[in-house]
T-cell receptor
Framework: AQSVTQLGSHVSVSEGALVLLRCNYSSSVPPYLFWYVQYPNQGLQLLLKYTTGATLVKGINGFEAEFKKSETSFHLTKPSAHMSDAAEYFCAVSALSNTGNQFYFGTGTSLTVIP | NAGVTQTPKFQVLKTGQSMTLQCAQDMNHEYMSWYRQDPGMGLRLIHYSVGAGITDQGEVPNGYNVSRSTTEDFPLRLLSAAPSQTSVYFC?????????????FGPGTRLLVL
């Protein structure tokens, strides 16, 4: 079975500070890992994903995440927060099973950027 | 391309009423899915489809039906609405079915069941 845990439902950072959003996963098979962002009253859009290959993944808007198998983690970072980064962020895992692939999302982390 | 479209944007139902949430995509995607989003619970998969004529249940399928007669459309039916189904519903699609593809989400349907 697959699951995702996001530590911290609310994170506040000052503009220009480091953003760190935590995600841990459990998966019985090699996972595919995703970070999605949701702006108010909108659907989700992909920030970045890990499927295979390089464990440090770069995404849009300066975000990146590192897949650490030994720690079962996929934390999202950005060196310098911008006001436009304020949104809700979801970590997700996907794994192929005999019934097809299913996606499991974490409960989300709401990011506030303080000017 | 319009991407993933959902109708209606907002709906109020009375307990026991039925309705269909519409979802369509114009990207020729094989995989389509429905999620519900509730505060503090993230997104939970209701049903998904890996192609026309093929559907399967997700985490929270009870009270919902789906069918997929065409590649483009994936409607979600509530047969007898309950207050517990008050939520925001998102439809998503992706090109492939191996789980590695990006999902594209619609704008959502807000449903209130009284």
């Amino acid at each position: 079975a697959q699951s995702v845990t996001q530590l911290g439902s609310h994170v506040s950072v000052s503009e220009g500070a480091l953003v760190l959003l935590r995600c841990n996963y459990s998966s019985s098979v090699p996972p595919y890992l995703f970070w999605y962002v949701q702006y108010p009253n909108q659907g989700l859009q992909l920030l970045l994903k890990y499927t295979t290959g390089a464990t440090l993944v770069k995404g849009i808007n300066g975000f990146e995440a590192e897949f650490k198998k030994s720690e079962t983690s996929f934390h999202l970072t950005k060196p310098s927060a911008h006001m436009s980064d304020a949104a809700e962020y979801f970590c997700a895992v996907s794994a192929l099973s005999n019934t097809g692939n299913q996606f499991y999302f974490g409960t989300g982390t709401s990011l506030t950027v303080i000017p | 391309n319009a991407g993933v479209t959902q109708t209606p944007k907002f709906q109020v139902l009375k307990t026991g009423q039925s309705m269909t949430l519409q979802c369509a995509q114009d990207m020729n995607h094989e995989y389509m899915s429905w999620y519900r989003q509730d505060p503090g619970m993230g997104l939970r998969l209701i049903h998904y489809s890996v192609g026309a004529g093929i559907t399967d249940q997700g985490e929270v399928p009870n009270g919902y039906n789906v069918s997929r007669s065409t590649t483009e459309d994936f409607p979600l039916r509530l047969l007898s609405a309950a207050p517990s189904q008050t939520s925001v519903y998102f439809c998503a699609s992706s090109y492939g079915t191996n789980g590695a593809e990006t999902q594209y989400f619609g704008p959502g349907t807000r449903l209130l069941v009284l």
